[in-house]
């Protein structure tokens, strides 16, 4: 099983993500240059956060045409586990990997803080570790985290169960309306979702940064160990890309 | 005078242009020999401006202690640089942005964050860190705000939005993460902000670069961003002159910051230092290609010659003049091994940056410069970067009203509350003033985790606490300084500033080792300025011998002040503390339901003197409830000062106490207040306290809202309270046991009556909006 962390010229949580995968879950992973064209070898891409390109424009507008992105969706469409953390995340919305846009926060402001977000389907990749339900305690820091999308795609990923995380209060209860446990205002409080194969996934809070409880939580740990226990459980068939 | 050819005559009305006196002018004719033409004197006038040169402060800053056993480079470097061991160095700085931010807050904000990142990673090191110390006009109206105008008001707001946007802006999109700092709002920075970043880094000891020049026939090469004419005279104009009417027209001087190439270049340069083929290198900061090409030939005992036309630039026909003194942002000079610069190259452009060998290294010790194929300056390096003016500015103490209004007030004191009065009214009205209330609606618009190292972050704790991913070690950084007090006395305002940040990073267990200064104050050519100056440096000297903080370097800011009103002479201290082992990292909240609140007092003889109610109008709460600012700030005996830091961190090294928390702006009332607030779980629900104090000689007020220093508050279970004192006891400090961490209300009692009562979540709430509310919409 191997793991690879896509850079792009201003992404800036690669090495959090690097070290995540590497020292705390103990997998292997590299570094992926953005002008890689070649995937193969990797069982999962981490498109980390960041700003990417400096994100002038709009967030991921340049960063889906680099060379990287191109093997990235051959390696999508073959099957391998692509997770987009923050800036990752938009970079597959722009790219088509993932429906729906980010708009900035309500607010208009940056914000990082730690929020909760609730697990909405166990029944994927990247949450497969994680208890139906599960209260999870991550790190948010984001200016354009406030994702939209047009009614169908809406109805549809609600109907495919394409909604992974939303945020939530603490106890678990979803208020899409409540600035304080929906901090960005994002659409029906989605903060994750996946492809309908189930094997691309976004999602704005960073787990990486919840790998330790030093560090104040560690729930974001099962998003990256339900990751490594699917892919050990797929083992040896690795995908080509 | 912007941008002229080399054929104008130069008479002294141009360089007084340049902000030359008629001695320096002459001194510079002197040194050539002749008349400089044009382009010289523009390199002259930003070398020897104030804020390059120190001309006013040199003679002063040598009686700063700069060494000390952590200590691997002092002042004089691009910044200071202490041994963490583990073959680890911390590399770190402070420095000013204030007149950028005044003109133009959020591009002035952003490329302070830039610059001093550039003096981190110039040096080798990735930066772990960066703080920021702000001061600001009144953003609320009233007396404690000096009756500002509304207009004033809506200003001061437009302004701290914009720096805290521009701050947030840089540091979020390079990847650093903005960990704490401090925000202080008083009427005498309405027209002059302050906005002091510092950064820290960290290093492998072996692999530091430092800017020397060395190596005759070295290619000097320029990498990073292509040059504008934005920032001209950025130096020299903006930062070392008072703020006019006009000052608002000096916007073009201001630069624009890209975080995103900064990042780049900060990638790419460490590579490239990987790489061996480095010589020296520096940053193009203020003064640009003109002080890091003769800043680094002069190191070195060498010269750069430089070929103006390989420059690397952003607009058509810039003159000689426009490019050495351009302050276009993220840019880098290099010295290269001859036969290596390939290796340079490659790198920076694998990461798509400029990297353009524009010169080389000479012998003869001068800044040569080539434009066009004619010679078009000559100057000695050592001249411009050494040998520039000292002044021994004439020193006033002032005779002015500043120190007849603190004499009035010993005539005249506060008149305190009966015995038995409520105070929850005056505490809630504390809480809420923006000095006070919490910061998080800044700090949330930063990014305080980036990195994963972030320990102990914004609010949780007295000094921000980074992990170390190398080592068992972890870091601990504060700023700090009180500008009220050094305007009423200098002296003793720098003794608190460096003795508060040393016991912030110490209540997170830290050990201090090393400091950073920012001294910002008014027009040095005013001799009562200079005495507050000449002032504040003797006790940050006294107090950092003592505390055994060394100053590793900093920056002086002069001039600020608009109209001739100077700021209050604001030093700000940035300390460095070390903590053996990241896991007794301590945070300010309290933790656990039914612990012991202790009050730890290494002076408590100071509490029976009388001090408490003579030093009490030069407190927050004088200043909040009664618009007094006068009298003295509270005495300050470094010896107890250094025994609480001692205690502070063998409590925590032993594990005897669970938070520490100091008495600073509000005394015990609002320090135990922040206690309860900074210990609220997921669901924002805190702790509280339940305080009860007897037998209290001094009134009520005194002992509540009282800023004497040398005091913390602990809590710890029952268990670790005899390990809590027989630690105590060792550093003489004082313990009294006065309550318990509770839920339910707080509650303050003295001497039999409730002097103090309110829900904790609605004392939160006070505290937690006055911000938003004033500048959500700014």
Same mark, same amino acid.
């Given at each position: 099983?191997?793991?690879?962390?896509?850079?792009?010229?201003?992404?800036?949580?690669?090495?959090?993500?690097?070290?995540?995968?590497?020292?705390?879950?103990?997998?292997?992973?590299?570094?992926?240059?953005?002008?890689?064209?070649?995937?193969?070898?990797?069982?999962?891409?981490?498109?980390?956060?960041?700003?990417?390109?400096?994100?002038?424009?709009?967030?991921?507008?340049?960063?889906?045409?680099?060379?990287?992105?191109?093997?990235?969706?051959?390696?999508?469409?073959?099957?391998?586990?692509?997770?987009?953390?923050?800036?990752?995340?938009?970079?597959?919305?722009?790219?088509?990997?993932?429906?729906?846009?980010?708009?900035?926060?309500?607010?208009?402001?940056?914000?990082?803080?730690?929020?909760?977000?609730?697990?909405?389907?166990?029944?994927?990749?990247?949450?497969?570790?994680?208890?139906?339900?599960?209260?999870?305690?991550?790190?948010?820091?984001?200016?354009?985290?406030?994702?939209?999308?047009?009614?169908?795609?809406?109805?549809?990923?609600?109907?495919?169960?394409?909604?992974?995380?939303?945020?939530?209060?603490?106890?678990?209860?979803?208020?899409?309306?409540?600035?304080?446990?929906?901090?960005?205002?994002?659409?029906?409080?989605?903060?994750? =979702?996946?492809?309908?194969?189930?094997?691309?996934?976004?999602?704005?809070?960073?787990?990486?940064?919840?790998?330790?409880?030093?560090?104040?939580?560690?729930?974001?740990?099962? =998003?990256?160990?339900?990751?490594?226990?699917?892919?050990?459980?797929?083992?040896?068939?690795?995908?080509?890309? | 005078?912007?941008?002229?050819?080399?054929?104008?005559?130069?008479?002294?009305?141009?360089?007084?242009?340049?902000?030359?006196?008629?001695?320096?002018?002459?001194?510079?004719?002197?040194?050539?020999?002749?008349?400089?033409?044009?382009?010289?004197?523009?390199?002259?006038?930003?070398?020897?401006?104030?804020?390059?040169?120190?001309?006013?402060?040199?003679?002063?800053?040598?009686?700063?202690?700069?060494?000390?056993?952590?200590?691997?480079?002092?002042?004089?470097?691009?910044?200071?640089?202490?041994?963490?061991?583990?073959?680890?160095?911390?590399?770190?700085?402070?420095?000013?942005?204030?007149?950028?931010?005044?003109?133009?807050?959020?591009? *002035?904000?952003?490329?302070?964050?830039?610059?001093?990142?550039?003096?981190?990673?110039?040096?080798?090191?990735?930066?772990?860190?960066?703080?920021?110390?702000?001061?600001?006009?009144?953003?609320?109206?009233?007396?404690?705000?000096?009756?500002?105008?509304?207009?004033?008001?809506?200003?001061?707001?437009?302004?701290?939005?914009?720096?805290?946007?521009?701050?947030?802006?840089?540091?979020?999109?390079?990847?650093?993460?903005?960990?704490?700092?401090?925000?202080?709002?008083?009427?005498?920075?309405?027209?002059?902000?302050?906005?002091?970043?510092?950064?820290?880094?960290?290093?492998?000891?072996?692999?530091?670069?430092?800017?020397?020049?060395?190596?005759?026939?070295?290619?000097?090469?320029?990498?990073?961003?292509?040059?504008?004419?934005?920032?001209?005279?950025?130096?020299?104009?903006?930062?070392?002159?008072?703020?006019?009417?006009?000052?608002?027209?000096?916007?073009?001087?201001?630069?624009?910051?890209?975080?995103?190439?900064?990042?780049?270049?900060?990638?790419?340069?460490?590579?490239?230092?990987?790489?061996?083929?480095?010589?020296?290198?520096?940053?193009?900061?203020?003064?640009?290609?003109?002080?890091?090409?003769?800043?680094?030939?002069?190191?070195?005992?060498?010269?750069?010659?430089?070929?103006?036309?390989?420059?690397?630039?952003?607009?058509?026909?810039?003159?000689?003049?426009?490019?050495?003194?351009?302050?276009?942002?993220?840019?880098?000079?290099?010295?290269?091994?001859?036969?290596?610069?390939?290796?340079?190259?490659?790198?920076?452009?694998?990461?798509?940056?400029?990297?353009?060998?524009?010169?080389?290294?000479?012998?003869?010790?001068?800044?040569?410069?080539?434009?066009?194929? @004619?010679?078009?300056?000559?100057?000695?390096?050592?001249?411009?970067?050494?040998?520039?003016?000292?002044?021994?500015?004439?020193?006033?103490?002032?005779?002015?009203?500043?120190?007849?209004?603190?004499?009035?007030?010993?005539?005249?004191?506060?008149?305190?509350?009966?015995?038995?009065?409520?105070?929850?009214?005056?505490?809630?009205?504390?809480?809420?003033?923006?000095?006070?209330?919490?910061?998080?609606?800044?700090?949330?618009?930063?990014?305080?985790?980036?990195?994963?190292?972030?320990?102990?972050?914004?609010?949780?704790?007295?000094?921000?606490?980074?992990?170390? @991913?190398?080592?068992?070690?972890?870091?601990?950084? @504060?700023?700090?300084?009180?500008?009220?007090?050094?305007?009423?006395?200098?002296?003793?305002?720098?003794?608190?500033?460096?003795?508060?940040?040393?016991?912030?990073?110490?209540?997170?267990?830290?050990?201090?080792?090393?400091?950073?200064?920012?001294?910002?104050?008014?027009?040095?050519?005013?001799?009562?300025?200079?005495?507050?100056?000449?002032?504040?440096?003797?006790?940050?000297?006294?107090?950092?011998?003592?505390?055994?903080?060394?100053?590793?370097?900093?920056?002086?800011?002069?001039?600020?002040?608009?109209?001739?009103?100077?700021?209050?002479?604001?030093?700000?201290? *940035?300390?460095?503390?070390?903590?053996?082992?990241?896991?007794?990292?301590?945070? +300010?909240?309290?933790?656990?339901?039914?612990?012991?609140?202790?009050?730890?007092?290494?002076?408590?003889?100071?509490?029976?003197?009388?001090?408490?109610?003579?030093?009490?109008?030069?407190?927050?709460?004088?200043?909040?409830?009664?618009?007094?600012?006068?009298?003295?700030?509270?005495?300050?005996? $470094?010896?107890?000062?250094?025994?609480?830091?001692?205690? $502070?961190?063998?409590?925590?090294?032993?594990?005897?106490?669970?938070?520490?928390?100091?008495?600073?702006?509000?005394?015990?009332?609002?320090?135990?207040?922040?206690?309860?607030?900074?210990?609220?779980?997921?669901?924002?629900?805190?702790?509280?306290?339940?305080?009860?104090?007897?037998?209290?000689?001094?009134?009520?007020?005194?002992?509540?809202?009282?800023?004497?220093?040398?005091?913390?508050?602990?809590?710890?279970?029952?268990?670790?309270?005899?390990?809590?004192?027989?630690?105590?006891?060792?550093? +003489?400090?004082?313990?009294?046991?006065?309550?318990?961490?509770?839920?339910?209300?707080?509650?303050?009692?003295?001497?039999?009556?409730?002097?103090?009562?309110?829900?904790?979540?609605?004392?939160?709430?006070?505290?937690?909006?006055?911000?938003?509310?004033?500048?959500?919409?700014?």
């Amino acid at each position: 099983m191997k793991f690879g962390v896509v850079q792009f010229p201003g992404s800036n949580c690669d090495d959090d993500a690097y070290h995540a995968v590497g020292s705390v879950i103990g997998q292997p992973v590299d570094f992926i240059w953005h002008q890689s064209e070649n995937l193969s070898g990797y069982d999962a891409i981490l498109v980390p956060g960041g700003f990417s390109y400096g994100d002038y424009l709009r967030t991921g507008a340049i960063a889906r045409f680099s060379p990287v992105m191109r093997s990235l969706d051959r390696f999508a469409k073959s099957g391998g586990l692509v997770l987009g953390i923050c800036n990752g995340f938009q970079i597959l919305l722009e790219a088509g990997l993932l429906p729906g846009a980010m708009l900035r926060n309500q607010g208009l402001r940056f914000l990082c803080r730690q929020v909760h977000i609730r697990v909405e389907n166990t029944d994927t990749p990247f949450t497969c570790a994680a208890r139906p339900g599960q209260i999870l305690k991550v790190p948010i820091a984001h200016m354009e985290g406030n994702y939209f999308c047009d009614p169908e795609t809406l109805a549809a990923l609600e109907r495919n169960q394409q909604i992974l995380f939303r945020y939530a209060r603490p106890d678990g209860s979803i208020a899409p309306d409540d600035r304080e446990s929906n901090p960005n205002g994002s659409l029906a409080a989605i903060a994750g =979702i996946c492809n309908r194969e189930r094997n691309v996934a976004g999602l704005m809070p960073h787990p990486e940064r919840a790998a330790e409880s030093a560090l104040s939580s560690a729930d974001g740990l099962v =998003i990256l160990r339900s990751m490594a226990e699917s892919l050990a459980r797929r083992e040896p068939a690795r995908v080509s890309a | 005078m912007a941008s002229a050819g080399t054929e104008i005559n130069i008479t002294p009305q141009i360089a007084a242009e340049h902000g030359l006196t008629a001695g320096e002018f002459a001194r510079i004719q002197k040194i050539l020999g002749r008349d400089p033409n044009i382009t010289e004197l523009g390199i002259f006038s930003v070398m020897w401006s104030e804020h390059c040169s120190y001309k006013s402060s040199r003679v002063h800053l040598k009686r700063l202690p700069t060494r000390g056993t952590h200590v691997v480079q002092g002042p004089g470097e691009n910044a200071g640089v202490v041994d963490i061991g583990d073959g680890l160095v911390a590399v770190f700085k402070i420095e000013s942005h204030n007149h950028p931010s005044f003109v133009e807050p959020f591009q *002035g904000a952003a490329t302070g964050v830039g610059g001093i990142l550039r003096d981190i990673f110039t040096m080798g090191a990735r930066p772990i860190a960066v703080l920021d110390s702000l001061r600001f006009g009144p953003i609320t109206p009233g007396a404690a705000a000096g009756n500002a105008t509304p207009e004033e008001i809506a200003r001061n707001r437009r302004i701290a939005d914009g720096v805290v946007r521009g701050i947030g802006f840089y540091g979020n999109c390079f990847g650093v993460p903005t960990v704490g700092g401090e925000v202080v709002f008083e009427p005498c920075y309405s027209n002059n902000p302050l906005v002091n970043a510092l950064a820290l880094g960290i290093a492998r000891k072996e692999e530091l670069f430092f800017a020397r020049a060395r190596g005759e026939g070295n290619p000097v090469i320029y990498v990073g961003a292509k040059t504008g004419r934005d920032g001209i005279h950025g130096a020299s104009l903006l930062a070392s002159a008072e703020f006019s009417e006009e000052s608002q027209q000096k916007r073009p001087n201001v630069q624009v910051g890209d975080p995103f190439m900064e990042k780049l270049l900060l990638e790419a340069c460490l590579e490239a230092m990987r790489t061996g083929a480095i010589v020296a290198i520096q940053d193009m900061g203020a003064a640009g290609l003109a002080s890091s090409s003769s800043e680094m030939a002069s190191r070195g005992g060498m010269g750069i010659e430089m070929d103006l036309d390989r420059v690397p630039q952003r607009e058509t026909g810039m003159t000689a003049y426009e490019m050495m003194l351009s302050e276009s942002q993220e840019r880098m000079l290099l010295v290269a091994d001859r036969g290596r610069e390939r290796q340079v190259f490659d790198v920076f452009h694998k990461w798509g940056l400029d990297a353009v060998e524009i010169g080389r290294v000479t012998t003869d010790g001068k800044l040569r410069l080539l434009h066009h194929g @004619k010679v078009a300056a000559e100057i000695p390096a050592h001249a411009l970067a050494e040998e520039g003016p000292r002044y021994e500015r004439p020193i006033a103490k002032p005779s002015s009203a500043d120190l007849e209004r603190s004499a009035a007030f010993r005539v005249k004191p506060i008149e305190f509350a009966p015995a038995g009065s409520d105070l929850t009214p005056n505490f809630r009205k504390l809480l809420a003033s923006p000095t006070i209330a919490s910061k998080s609606w800044i700090t949330e618009q930063y990014d305080s985790m980036v990195r994963t190292n972030t320990r102990v972050g914004p609010g949780a704790g007295d000094a921000a606490v980074l992990r170390l @991913k190398e080592s068992r070690r972890a870091l601990a950084i @504060k700023t700090d300084g009180n500008g009220r007090w050094s305007w009423i006395s200098p002296r003793l305002g720098a003794m608190h500033a460096v003795a508060e940040a040393a016991r912030n990073v110490a209540c997170t267990g830290a050990r201090p080792i090393a400091a950073t200064n920012c001294l910002n104050f008014g027009n040095p050519e005013k001799p009562e300025v200079m005495w507050q100056f000449t002032e504040a440096i003797d006790g940050i000297a006294e107090a950092c011998r003592a505390l055994e903080t060394p100053i590793t370097g900093g920056n002086v800011s002069f001039y600020n002040g608009t109209l001739g009103n100077p700021i209050y002479p604001t030093p700000i201290l *940035g300390v460095l503390g070390l903590i053996e082992d990241a896991d007794c990292a301590l945070g +300010s909240g309290f933790r656990n339901e039914g612990d012991l609140i202790l009050l730890l007092d290494a002076n408590p003889a100071a509490a029976s003197a009388g001090h408490e109610r003579a030093e009490f109008s030069s407190s927050e709460y004088a200043k909040t409830i009664h618009g007094i600012v006068a009298g003295a700030p509270p005495a300050i005996d $470094l010896n107890a000062e250094k025994n609480l830091i001692t205690c $502070l961190v063998e409590l925590a090294a032993g594990k005897a106490i669970v938070s520490a928390h100091d008495l600073s702006d509000g005394g015990l009332a609002v320090a135990l207040a922040e206690c309860c607030f900074d210990s609220a779980d997921d669901s924002g629900a805190c702790l509280s306290a339940e305080v009860e104090m007897s037998r209290q000689e001094a009134p009520a007020e005194a002992t509540l809202f009282g800023e004497r220093g040398a005091r913390a508050i602990v809590s710890l279970p029952a268990a670790s309270l005899a390990r809590a004192m027989a630690i105590a006891a060792k550093y +003489s400090c004082s313990v009294q046991r006065i309550g318990t961490v509770i839920r339910g209300a707080f509650r303050i009692q003295y001497n039999g009556t409730s002097a103090i009562l309110g829900e904790v979540s609605s004392l939160r709430e006070i505290w937690s909006e006055t911000l938003a509310k004033a500048l959500e919409s700014a």
